[in-house]
């Protein structure tokens, strides 16, 4: 899963990717382990030699966008966005009067010029792919290929030109599957960093800006509020000083815990595990993905050889002491190919070479 990092100048994003990044990233790369209890206490009744817990990787190199760059500038963060699977726009929330653009902060305002300019660069994607089936003989029969992709088109323009973006349009699948190479801006999963003053740093989004958060959730985007300056501080201490120094903020986890928590849910991500003697490890899984799905995650030869998958719940695992203290309990199920794989699940895939 990959997370990108975008937001105006001077409003503390490569700060925040600092505190992401616990000093643990490589350039504008981060790998940051995904927060789990279950696994950290599923580790503990394997045995297991390895663990190796699900990454989210956050990037800082999809770039600044600022008001009056270069068309080259615009288009480098555009393609950068592209690449992404979900972006989350960190906004200023606190006092800088060194911010060349705008001296008073106003999340709002900024946030809401992002999301116009990703509109404005979908509609212009759109425009350009309908003026070129305009000139296809087939575009005008009725039923053909080229004339439902123009009928589609034709909707999503309308919602664009309505500023609206198409994150949240209800599409059937083979409507999605036909823009899904588009790589629309807008349909990608969108998150709010809100990066607040010290003296707000354990505040509540909606406390910190009440018209930010209203107008994100009426637009199905979430807002996470934090310091940013204060969490990268945080992020370079040991566990305990960490703990006890959230703690003492009145914060229940770090920034880093919390957006990768937003980005699995925006992005409709699972998490099911696969236990041994040689390794315990966790991996990230669109909601609704079938057993065999899980199969090709670990690897496309399992997957084409599949022919049972052996599954528990990680929490039934844990309570018998490990995978085969529950498979001799009766504790696990044998599923095809078309189950759908549920958060926590376990699962041994067995397949033939």
Request: some cysteine.
């Amino acid at each position: 899963m990959n997370v990108g990092l975008v937001g105006f100048p001077l409003v503390g994003k490569t700060t925040l990717f600092r505190a992401v990044s616990a000093g643990h990233d490589s350039g504008d790369l981060a790998a940051v382990a995904v927060p789990d209890e279950r696994f950290v206490r599923l580790c503990d009744v394997t045995g297991s030699k390895k663990h190796s817990p699900a990454h989210v990787y956050f990037h800082d190199n999809v770039g600044r966008f600022s008001p009056g760059e270069s068309r080259s500038t615009e288009r480098h963060f555009f393609d950068a966005a592209r690449k992404v699977d979900c972006l989350v726009h960190v906004v200023r929330g606190f006092r800088n009067d060194q911010v060349p653009y705008h001296a008073e902060p106003d999340p709002l305002r900024d946030h809401r010029g992002l999301e116009d300019e990703l509109v404005l660069e979908d509609l212009q994607l759109v425009e350009n792919r309908l003026e070129r089936l305009q000139k296809q003989h087939e575009t005008h029969i009725s039923g053909s290929p080229e004339s439902n992709e123009q009928r589609l088109l034709q909707r999503l323009k309308g919602e664009l030109e309505q500023g609206r973006t198409l994150r949240s349009l209800e599409l059937e699948a083979e409507e999605r599957k036909l823009i899904s190479g588009f790589q629309f801006l807008t349909v990608k999963p969108l998150i709010v960093a809100l990066n607040v003053g010290e003296d707000q740093a354990a505040a509540r989004p909606e406390d910190c800006d009440a018209a930010l958060t209203i107008d994100a959730a009426r637009r199905g985007v979430p807002v996470v509020s934090l310091c940013a300056t204060l969490e990268a501080e945080i992020a370079v201490l040991d566990e305990q000083d960490r703990q006890e120094f959230l703690s003492d903020l009145g914060l229940g986890r770090p920034a880093a815990d919390r957006l990768i928590r937003a980005a699995y849910e925006a992005l409709h991500v699972i998490t099911f595990y696969t236990t041994g003697p040689k390794e315990t490890k966790a991996w990230a899984l669109p909601m609704g993905s079938t057993a065999h799905d899980a199969a090709a995650t670990i690897h496309s030869d399992i997957a084409r050889g599949f022919i049972r998958a052996e599954v528990a719940p990680v929490d039934v695992v844990i309570e018998c002491g490990g995978w085969d203290a529950a498979h001799h309990a009766g504790k696990t199920t044998l599923q095809g190919k078309e189950y759908v794989v549920q958060d926590g699940d376990i699962i041994h895939v067995r397949f033939k070479v």
